[in-house]
């Protein structure tokens, strides 16, 4: 799918291929082979550079090439109610054009939208870039704050039932905190390579900084590294609730196990007194009308004894 955008002050207006001006941004979101080749003959990139973003497995990186600069970053997706991965985001920056690449639709570009007109501007093609890294990383935060939340209902749950379900769903988690760590890592080296560029009067034609652009490239980077603190902070904090609770699972079933085997002892002494009185054979206690009252007595207090010997060696 393809859009093309161009801002104009407070509106965002729709072009089209044979309407393309200066400062225009080029949205592909899962784009066919046409499309990339369209996008290719408008704004002079070549496809290698369009195709980057388009492998799910593409780490963050810059690059440039042929007067063009590519930032792939790993952006935060959230797919179902626990599951939570990463995406790379390919943004280029030509002379003229910005393009961004993206396998999904995903938030982080849904906020750049004609209700948000006002708040970033195509043809301020640096500080366009720099928002759009800006949203990445406070995303992240958000989804974070949402696996904190989630993980404080999954030990709320666990207290109660004890079921695997809640264990899963930890683990679900836990591998959504594994993607952000290595995204967001990588993201940091691209952050920090773009603050280098800076000082590249080479490059000045493809991203040049102001002052209030480098600020909000500061802000992202710190916003950056706030997410990696807290990604290292819950990580800790999952794995020793994950290796907690499984001990009590494990703990409370050996403590099912070791009262259903005290019972299945106790049960047995009984069943074997009537056992030995069941006999075919000349029996103690066979003549006296009383007898079978004798021998409940005596298989009751057997098992008495039994559940007092076992409660002592807390069996029970």
């Known amino acids: 799918m393809l859009h093309i955008y161009k801002s104009n002050c407070t509106t965002l207006n729709t072009l089209t291929p044979d309407t393309v001006e200066k400062g225009a941004w080029f949205n592909l979101i899962n784009p066919t082979a046409d499309e990339l080749n369209k996008t290719a003959a408008l704004t002079g990139v070549n496809l290698e550079m369009l195709k980057a973003a388009l492998d799910e497995e593409e780490s963050s990186r810059t690059e440039i090439e042929d007067e063009c600069l590519l930032v792939i970053t790993n952006i935060p997706v959230l797919r179902g109610k626990d599951g939570y991965d990463t995406l790379p985001l390919g943004i280029i920056v030509t002379a003229d054009h910005f393009i961004t690449v993206c396998l999904e639709q995903n938030a982080v570009l849904s906020e750049f939208c004609s209700e948000n007109a006002r708040l970033f501007s195509t043809f301020k093609k640096t500080r366009f870039l720099f928002q759009i890294l800006y949203k990445s990383a406070a995303y992240y935060l958000r989804y974070l704050k949402q696996i904190n939340r989630r993980t404080d209902e999954i030990e709320t749950y666990l207290r109660k039932s004890m079921k695997n379900q809640e264990l899963f ?17 990588s993201n940091g080296i691209v952050l920090d390579r773009l603050l280098r560029m800076r000082t590249n009067s080479q490059l000045q034609h493809l991203i040049k900084m ?6 909000l490239l500061e802000d992202v980077i710190i916003e950056n590294k706030q997410a990696i603190e807290m990604v290292e902070m819950y990580t800790h904090i999952l794995n020793g609730m994950m290796d907690t609770f499984a001990s009590i699972i494990s ?3 050996n403590i099912v196990m070791k009262f259903l085997a005290s019972m299945t002892i106790i049960l047995a002494i009984p069943t074997m007194i009537a056992s ?9 206690l066979a003549d006296y009308p009383l007898g079978f009252l004798y021998i409940v007595i005596i298989a009751f207090l ?3 004894l039994t559940v007092l010997g076992l409660w002592r060696k807390r069996m029970l």
Request: aromatic share 14%.
């Open 276 to 284: 030995f009185f069941g006999m075919n054979v000349p029996i103690p």
């Open 251 to 253: 703990n409370n079933l």
């Open 210 to 215: 102001y002052e209030e652009d480098e600020d």
């Open 169 to 185: 769903d930890l683990l679900d988690l836990q591998k959504g905190l594994t993607y952000f760590s290595v995204s967001l890592r």
């Open 302 to 304: 057997l098992a008495v």
